[in-house]
């Protein structure tokens, strides 16, 4: 039998970084690879849906993959004109992601490739293109089930959660965790008492949904973009500090967190720092989470 293996290909968010500074952690943008017995998922389909492709095309036998994306912001799609299996006859690529119907999902993957953006659009792909219909609950591939849910990010993003070879994997790329929190804290004191009381009851209704959504996963990856200092500056712009990540992760009991979508403007040693301060936060918690840097090339065995 095939292994089962999930593979970061791209880890970074915002825009692709390969600077001689980055390459430890890597600088191509999101797309993660989830393998069970040939059958494939990718997981977005930023820079790092390139070689990935070029693997794909190279190598499987199946030749029928599932992209799910978590959205259409650019650094989640900029791969897809130059996936090559999408323009190889034989291949069957199966698209899924937030929408109201086929037709605008299409839209969306279309137009990045329009004039004068691009030489070529999307009617040059030779591949089998399906587009599943959004409103689908549930996805599978092979033995990989899907499901997905709504995230703080703006517009329509998601997070997915997927059971693959008796795991729970949680790949939320793009997600402003405890927005309801931070953005009512800050203007708590503006509010009377009982707005207070209120607003403290739907923000622990909110953190509750938030970490249902999590509970329990084998595997978070999750975006911590900003240390708290660039977070003062960037709250409401849809991404996490790397101190709340770690401690959403801690009280959901999940047992191994990736930490993803890193800025661009962190070098290496940056992104080491950042890993020796989430050290500190699990020690201080007495907490068993394990916690990783996500980094391009990393591979975690699903067996
Ligand atoms: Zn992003
Ligand atoms: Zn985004």
């Known amino acids: 039998m095939a292994k089962s293996y999930l593979r970061f290909w791209g880890v970074r968010g915002s825009y692709a970084s390969p600077f001689p500074t980055h390459l430890k952690v890597g600088g191509n943008t999101s797309c993660v690879e989830i393998s069970v017995d040939e059958h494939t998922v990718i997981c977005d389909a930023g820079t790092g849906i390139i070689p990935l492709g070029n693997k794909l095309a190279a190598e499987s036998k199946t030749k029928d993959v599932l992209i799910v994306l978590t959205h259409y912001h650019w650094d989640h799609i900029c791969g897809l004109p130059f996936f090559v ?3 190889i006859p034989d291949w069957k690529i199966n698209f899924f992601g937030p929408g109201e119907s086929i037709q605008e999902i299409k839209q ?3 137009s990045q490739m329009q ?3 691009f030489p070529v659009g999307t009617e040059t792909w030779m591949a089998n293109i399906n587009y599943i219909e959004p409103r689908e609950t549930k ?3 092979g033995p990989i089930d899907i499901s997905y849910y709504g995230v703080h990010h703006p517009g329509i993003t998601y997070g ?4 693959a070879a008796n ?6 790329s793009d997600n402003e965790c405890q927005f309801l929190d931070k953005s ?11 707005e207070q009381q209120m607003f403290e009851a739907m923000n622990r209704e909110e953190y509750e949904y938030e970490l249902e959504s999590i509970q329990g996963a084998d595997i978070l990856i999750h975006d911590a973009q900003y240390t708290p200092e660039d977070y003062e500056t960037k709250r409401g712009w849809g991404h996490s500090c790397y101190v709340d990540v770690v401690n959403y992760a801690i009280d959901a009991k999940v047992k191994e967190l990736y930490l993803y979508h890193h800025d661009p403007y962190n070098d ?7 890993y020796e301060k989430c050290q500190e936060i699990i020690q201080n918690r007495n907490a068993s989470l394990k916690c990783f840097i996500a980094r391009e090339g990393m591979e975690i065995d699903l067996e």
Do not use: C, G, H
């Open 85 to 87: 299996p999408a323009f």
């Open 108 to 110: 969306n993957l279309d």
């Open 115 to 117: 004039a004068p953006y």
């Open 139 to 141: 996805i599978s591939r």
């Open 160 to 163: 997915y959660k997927i059971k």
């Open 167 to 172: 795991k729970t994997i949680i790949y939320v």
């Open 184 to 194: 009512i804290k800050q203007k708590m004191t503006e509010f009377s008492e009982e």
């Open 268 to 274: 290496d040693d940056a992104i080491d720092k950042i």
